[in-house]
């Protein structure tokens, strides 16, 4: 890669295509679009492309989106990413391409990094890019795209999953989360909490898709486990047992580990793990504590726990996600984008 290459912003190209939803267009646009360096120069440059040549594309409202940019955009881009359709044709009715979408595709460079929110996810998959690997999509729509699909391992309970250079996000709204986690991925924890924050979103939900699927109406009687997640997250640095959390619950262990999992779509021994994994990125990232220190503060106790932990959860050892991240926390202090139209954007 030229110095030139190494100066320039990442590119996002979003792929609009007939029939997308407006909330998730906007979804990069907002998230790479606040992420500055310390001199305040912006991190991501995000363009909108269509498959054919720039001009309207209609939405799933009421209105058409003028797009400047033609599919020659998808050769810039370091990262592309394709938003959900409502009419995708042949894409998800028989799992193949247009002869645009394919014509558009070929332009992506070898090594692009490759993401979709919802069922953008059958675009990539009918361009194959998805064949032999794990995917995700809306839970409402998993048992068909897997049909449609049988070679992609389809899991319906997660809100994203990265394997890699394609990543993939359930509906809609956890196209925030994947956007988020991705730049957490290039730029650690502090730059996407910062981010997070200006778009008033939690930067990291708990659990999966499992606690937004339909079921019948509990009875509002019935107690729910939060109390006892907000006890737990006040002491990460201590053993915490399952029967400690059931307790605050005034719970059976039993009872309360089905009720969690409803609630959060994940075990309880699997969301501290997850907690304790985001506790252990913000001291290694925001502190100068030992890796012995940082193991204690986040609960794991030793160091060599806190390396499995965050070798499983990231790939990387504590080491080496200090050395890649400890620099850019001061990243959430670069000046803010100034105000558009006069006002104050949250």
Known sequence: MSPAQESRPHRVVVLALDGLLPFELGIPHRIFGRPRDAEGRLLYDVVTCSARPPGPVQTDADF???????????????????????????????GRLTEELTAALARVRPGTRLASICT???????????????????????????????????????????????????????????????????????????????????????????????????????????????????????????????EQEAMSVRTFTRRFREEVGVSPGQWLTQQRVERARHLLESTDLSVDQVARGSGFGTAQSMRQHLQAALGVTPTAYRRTFRATTALSAAPAAPARRGRTEP
């Open 64 to 94: 058409t989106i003028d797009v400047a940019h033609g599919p020659e955009a998808l050769a810039t881009a370091d990262t592309v990413i394709v938003p959900a359709s409502y009419e995708l044709g042949p894409v998800y009715e028989e």
């Open 120 to 246: 953008g996810v059958y675009v990539l998959a009918a361009a194959g890019y998805l064949d032999g690997r794990p995917a995700t999509t809306h839970w409402a729509d998993a048992e068909r795209f897997q049909r449609l699909f049988p070679r992609i391992d389809v899991d319906a309970d997660v809100l994203f999953i990265d394997d890699g250079d394609v990543l993939t996000s359930a509906g809609v709204a956890a196209g925030i989360d994947l956007c988020l986690h991705m730049v957490r991925r290039d730029h650690g924890t502090a730059v996407a909490n910062d981010v997070a924050r200006r778009t008033v979103v939690p930067p990291h939900r708990d659990g999966g898709q499992a606690q937004y699927i339909h079921r019948p109406v509990p009875d509002p009687q019935l107690a729910t486990t939060t109390a006892a997640r907000a006890w737990a997250l006040g002491r990460l640095h201590e053993p915490i047992q399952l029967r400690d959390m059931a």
